[in-house]
């Protein structure tokens, strides 16, 4: 059976793998984007205002895959509240009053990343821990979407979406953050059929799932997305160290120890 999906930020490395994907099994594809580039097939508009000019795009869609908004976790605290959370709540405002069935957020694995270097499995329910604005933004999109879940009837799954790079998008030690990031690689096939099975999903209201490939030795949950929306990885890294990744896990290990302490007693003093 066919379906109807909108991507926002349709341009972007994750929407343009979403594109091809949909179209490929037949779907109705529909595409919002800042900027369109000439590309006749997407809507140039800017969503962090509202207007029914492009919200109107939402009427009947069976999903809307959320990808716009700042996607670097340097990004500042007034890039993140326009581009990310007023962003965001005019996404979930429009899929309420037009009718879209579902919105998948994506969300980020930057809401738990304070738990770097601790050594309990990171579950969706597990206290996050964002270091940056961009995770703190991230969060707060979540709890938007179970919001309007609660009240407004919108079925919400976000998704703490791993390490997916441009084009190819192979594993090794190139990646950034040494062990940590190639611990959380996501392949392209894992990531199109997660988004997939988060479409046809039924008899979800509400989830916060964790997006991942199958990585052996991750702390990662992924169960909870295999049982909530059928989701079957069929990719794995296994995360390869060599000296300079050494080096790099120990400088952060220990700055992430120095922010720690300075907080401590910052918080003693002021209290």
């Known amino acids: 059976m066919t379906r109807t999906v909108l991507i926002t930020g349709a341009r972007g490395n994750l929407g343009a793998k979403l594109r091809a994907h949909f179209t490929g099994l037949g779907w109705t594809v529909r595409l919002l984007d800042l900027s369109s580039s000439g590309d006749p097939a997407i809507v140039e508009t800017d969503l962090a205002t509202y207007d029914d000019a492009w919200a109107k795009q939402f009427a009947g869609a069976d999903a809307v895959v959320h990808l716009a908004g700042d996607p670097s976790p340097s990004a500042s605290w007034a890039s993140v509240q326009r581009l990310n959370i007023d962003l965001t709540q005019n996404i979930y405002e ?24 601790a050594d309990f499995p990171l579950t969706t329910d597990r206290e996050p821990a964002p270091v940056n604005p961009y995770g703190v933004s991230k969060l707060i999109g979540e709890h938007i979407g179970r919001a309007f879940a609660t009240y407004r009837g919108v079925s919400s799954i976000s998704f703490r979406i791993g390490y997916c790079q441009t084009g190819d998008n192979l594993p090794g030690p190139h990646m950034g953050w040494g062990l940590w990031g190639q611990q959380m690689w996501l392949s392209n096939r894992d990531l199109c059929q997660a988004m ?34 059928g989701y079957a990885p069929r990719d794995a890294h296994v995360p390869a160290s060599d ?13 992430r120890d120095l922010a720690d302490r300075l907080h401590a007693i910052d918080h003693a003093r002021r209290w």
């Open 94 to 117: 429009a899929a309420a009053r037009h009718g879209a069935r579902r919105v998948i957020f994506a969300s980020s694995n930057w809401t738990m990343a304070g738990h770097r270097f």
């Open 196 to 229: 997939e099975r988060a479409v046809l999903a039924e008899g979800v209201d509400c989830a916060v799932l964790n997006l991942m490939s199958d990585n052996p030795g991750m702390r990662w949950d992924i169960e909870t997305t295999k049982r909530t929306i």
């Open 243 to 255: 000296a300079n990744i050494a080096a790099a896990e120990a400088a952060a290990r220990s700055t």
